[in-house]
């Protein structure tokens, strides 16, 4: 290969993985149980329609990174608790979004044995 098509080649996946950078931002938060403020790992934070998503740590803490920019809904759920649906969470290119979040436990009964 010569150096001339090297160093084309070079710039282009350079240009490429900017042009990626620019157009795509993040989403981060950290998702806490309503009654007592505590973190909740575990938690399934999924983007809309997308491949987004991750799972909380065991500080309830999350990140996920490299979404195109675009307005999208976000689901949070994690069992014991109630789903909670974020009708619009906006990403931005080079910016980051951060929400704390608060699940309600989820109640349930059980019927009588006899």
């Known amino acids: ?9 070079l710039f282009l996946c350079t240009s490429s993985v900017l042009s990626l950078a620019q157009t795509t931002g993040s989403f981060q938060g950290k998702i806490i149980e309503q009654s ?3 973190p909740v790992g575990g938690a399934n934070i999924q983007v809309g329609n997308t491949t987004f998503g991750a799972v909380t740590d065991s500080t309830g803490v999350f990140i996920i990174q490299q979404i ?3 307005s999208y809904p976000v689901t949070i759920s994690r069992i014991g608790f109630q ?3 974020i009708s619009e969470v906006i990403i931005t290119a080079n910016k980051t979004y951060y929400s704390e979040v608060e699940l309600l436990e989820q109640v349930s009964s059980l019927s009588e044995v006899t």
């Open 68 to 70: 195109p920019a675009g």
């Open 36 to 38: 007592t403020k505590q």
């Open 1 to 9: 290969m010569s150096v001339n098509r090297l160093i084309i080649s």
């Open 83 to 85: 789903t909670k649906m």
